[in-house]
């Protein structure tokens, strides 16, 4: 599903961001990505999306290379894809609802389409009561609800999903995280950076640890 072969990215500085940077995430696998701030974490996220180039190296997504595609192609992967922010990036005065829609509306999906879509969506993540409520009326997990609404809505193949629990108290973060879990259960490829080493242990994935630049793989026993 996600292919990295000897990455390297710099910002026009003799120091490298990410080294050489090689791994894969099969098809339907949950993997966290984590390391200490600066480690470069948002910038392999970016790469995987498409938004940066790297200096060197390849990035293939759902058999696309990155670094070969068309605009239009890499367009139509987004669309297969779903982002989670740390910070919701919700538009404060559009209602639940829009928020989760929107994506369907740039589309051009039609309403009665977006209608049934966005229903189902936001009852997998049990927030349809508050279809017509405003981000700021919401709880902070209410918010990371919407979020994920809107990154499922379009039925992506790969999640990424950037600190999705990091502002939320561990109650919340245990219902995200069985969200995800039933996510990726339904055959999404999940992504997922992290600092939370509870989380790692109490949900135990295929880690990648990312500092300095380079990467380590650690899977956690049986």
Do not use: C
């Not at 239009?72 to 297969?80: F, S, T, Y």
């Not at 999903?161 to 259960?185: Q, R, V």
């Amino acid at each position: 599903m996600i292919r990295v072969s000897h990455l390297n990215k710099s910002y026009n500085h003799p120091d490298l961001i990410l080294k050489d940077i090689s791994f894969e995430v099969k098809r339907g696998e949950f993997v966290y990505l984590v390391g200490p701030s600066g480690a470069g974490k948002t910038t392999l996220f970016r790469l995987l999306f498409a938004d940066l180039k790297p200096d060197s190296g390849q990035v293939v997504v759902d058999g696309l290379d990155l670094m070969q595609a068309r605009p239009a192609r890499i367009a139509k992967l987004r669309r297969r894809m779903g982002m989670v922010f740390q910070d919701y990036k919700l538009i404060p005065n559009y209602t639940v609802f829009d928020n989760v829609a929107l994506a369907l509306e740039v589309a051009g999906t039609p309403r009665k389409l977006i209608q049934k879509a966005v229903w189902q969506v936001l009852k997998v993540v049990g927030i349809e009561r508050q279809l017509e409520r405003l981000p700021p009326q919401l709880s902070g997990g209410e918010q990371q609800r919407v979020a994920i609404a809107r990154a499922l809505v379009n039925d992506p193949q790969i999640i990424l999903a950037d600190e999705p629990t990091g502002n939320l108290d561990y109650e919340i973060t245990e219902e995200i995280m069985n969200i995800f879990k039933y996510i990726n259960s339904q055959g999404a490829t999940v992504v997922m950076v992290t600092h939370n080493r509870a989380l790692l242990q109490r949900f135990k994935r295929k880690v990648f640890y990312l500092d300095k630049g380079s990467l380590q793989t650690y899977v956690w026993p049986d």
